[in-house]
Each structure stands twice: as C-alpha cells, then as structure tokens.
C-alpha cells in the first residue's frame, strides 16, 4: 500500500468523502500498474497522493454540479479519474490516443466501477462534434498557445477550460492571449485552488467561453 501522510490523509477525506477507499484503490493501480506500464515513473510513487491526486482532484471546487467534463490527453487519469471519484455528480470523457493508456484507464475504470466515466482513444481534434462538454480539464499537456486550440472546440461554444498549470501560468496566458480571443474565450484568469488543503496548493488557469458573446 502506498503511504499517506497524516496531512493527505486530511486532505484526502474531505475531498473525496466516503470515496476515500476509492481514491485509495487508484492510488494502488497507479503505483503498480500504472508504473509497470509506464504510465507512471516509479520515483513518483512516494509522492503519489501530494504530487498527482490529491494536487488533481481539489480542482473539483472549480467545477459546477452535474458537469460534463472532457478530460484531454487523460493519460494516468490525471485529473479525469480524480475527479470522477470525488464527484460522482460529473460525467466524464477521457480522451486518450494513447492505445496502452486507454487500455489501462478502462480497465482501472472497471474495477472501481465508475459508472460516470467514458474512455475514449482519439485525439482531442478528432474528438470535435463528439464530445459537447460543459467543462474541459487538462494536466501537463501543451502549452496553453497549444492547448487553447484542443480544448476550447469540445465546448461547443460555451462553457470553460481548467487547466492545471505550473508557475509559469501568467506568462503562458500572455502568449495565447490572441489564440484564445480567436477560440471564443471571453475571460482567462489564474486560479490558486486547495491552499487550506494542500502543503503546495494547485494553480490552475481558467477561461470562460462563450462565442456568442462579442469581446470589445
């Protein structure tokens, strides 16, 4: 069993509540599977729950209830699977080109019995007009110049990308400010979410869509 420290098991209880096993048996599957597959790097593994889950799934308070949310290039299922445990209330699509990924998702999906998740091998491109989401989530993917434009179209016209950035998040927004006005996006903003939780809170980047609006 991977280690939880007293602070991420805090953490841990109040966001995934009596999924908690749950999120426990992920861990479980990223730490041995998931590093046997190459899904995970094995000098993650003491840092599983801090670094990736708990990190994943706090971004559940930026998303509105009963939510369909697209995860783009799920990968471990970072953050889709993290938020599917803590919110059962989300319909969830992980989009994942990967066949060896998608293989692994599902068979993780399956053992948790997670009725409110899709697996789907395709490129987030591809997956245009097939997914409308309400929500588009994405983690260590692009950068946002690049991601604007794999995320942004899954929304129909409406809706919001949260990303999960790093730092260098306001610099990143500067770049694609252009890219994103051209998308649809009518607000982008950096958001610091879990700092009463987490030692290192997450910093995710938000843009509000909506075509139909004009932006002066």
Known sequence: MVDITAAELLAAEKIFGDRLDLAKRYVEHLATSGTERGLI???????????HVLNCAV????IAHGSHVADVGSGAGLPGLCLAIAR???????IEPLERRVIWLQEVVDDLGLTNVTVMRTRAELAVGMVNADVVTARAVSALSNLAGLTIPLLAGKGEVVAIKGRSAGE???????????LGGVKTSVVTVGESLLEEPTTVVRIVVNKSRKIS
Do not use: F
């Not at 059962?88 to 992980?94: F, I, M, N, Q, S």
């Not at 990143?172 to 051209?182: G, Q």
């Open 41 to 51: 790097g094995p000098r993650e593994i003491p840092r599983l729950w801090s670094r």
């Open 172 to 182: 990143e927004i500067e770049k694609a400010a252009k890219v994103i006005r051209k």
């Open 88 to 94: 059962p209330d989300l319909e969830l699509t992980l």
């Open 59 to 62: 971004i559940e308070s930026e």
